[in-house]
């Protein structure tokens, strides 16, 4: 009787994601930025915890926080929260916000940050967040999905307000945003901007009159095409 399963794995071509990856030249730089025994220790600890948390969402929340004594940064922040409505069950999102917020918040403390890494790390995160890349678009083959239309056009990978034309030039489609004088912001075709690599994403803020049918709705004057109104009551 013949093994069949082990002859065939037996003259299998090495696949990459097998690849011994001591073989690979590392240069300095990434020796020397190599993880310590115990620093990949404990972030196989934080990614355990995080995998239960995320399966046990609720449950681990509640007994990872109880008799937890609320840090002073909580209680404000709750306070905050409930004050602008986020805890209001008839509110945005029937009240879930609050409570998710303050998720966060809670975890942001228990990292203990000190006053610089914590600016740091809010910066980061919200870039993170909003799907922002931290360091600029090089505009490398890599960086670009599949043709998205059968003009080749391509999304890019790491930014998805970045597309690249089959003819090889690319362009921002939240290059300019406008912005009418409440505060209501649009894109159209004309926020298209043309962008050459190294790109860090960047938005222009462009003030522009009232659309076409805005009355106030104070005085119920008709606000179309204008940059301003006295009254304040634009809506
Ligand atoms: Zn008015």
């Not at 159209?188 to 009159?209: A, I, L, M, N, R």
Request: one cysteine or more.
């Amino acid at each position: 009787m013949t093994n069949t399963s082990a002859q065939k794995g037996k003259n299998n071509p090495m696949r990459p994601d097998q690849m011994d990856i001591s073989q690979i030249d590392l240069p300095e730089s990434a020796l020397a930025q190599r993880p310590t025994l115990l620093q990949r220790l404990r972030w196989s600890l934080s990614e355990i915890q995080w995998r239960l948390i995320n399966r046990y969402r609720m449950t681990c929340s509640w007994l990872m926080w109880l008799g937890h004594k609320p840090s002073p940064m909580e209680v404000w922040a709750e306070k905050e929260l409930r004050l602008a409505g986020w805890y209001d069950e008839d509110g945005f999102y029937g009240g879930m916000m609050g409570p998710a917020l303050l998720r966060m918040i809670r975890e942001f403390g228990a990292e203990g940050h000190s006053g610089m890494s914590a600016g740091i790390s809010v910066g980061v995160f919200s870039r993170l967040a909003r799907y922002e890349p931290l360091m600029p678009l090089e505009g490398d083959e890599s960086e670009w999905s599949d043709p998205v239309n059968p003009d080749g056009m391509q999304q890019n990978t790491r930014c998805g307000r970045v597309f690249r034309r089959a003819d090889g030039t690319a362009y921002d489609i939240e290059g300019k945003v406008f912005r009418e004088p409440n505060g209501v912001s649009f894109t159209s075709g004309d926020s298209f901007v043309d962008v050459k690599f190294p790109y860090d994403p960047q938005t222009e803020y462009v003030d522009v009159p009232y659309g076409d049918g805005v009355t106030c709705e104070h005085c119920g004057d008709d606000l179309s095409g204008l940059m301003g109104h006295e009254c304040g009551g634009a809506s």
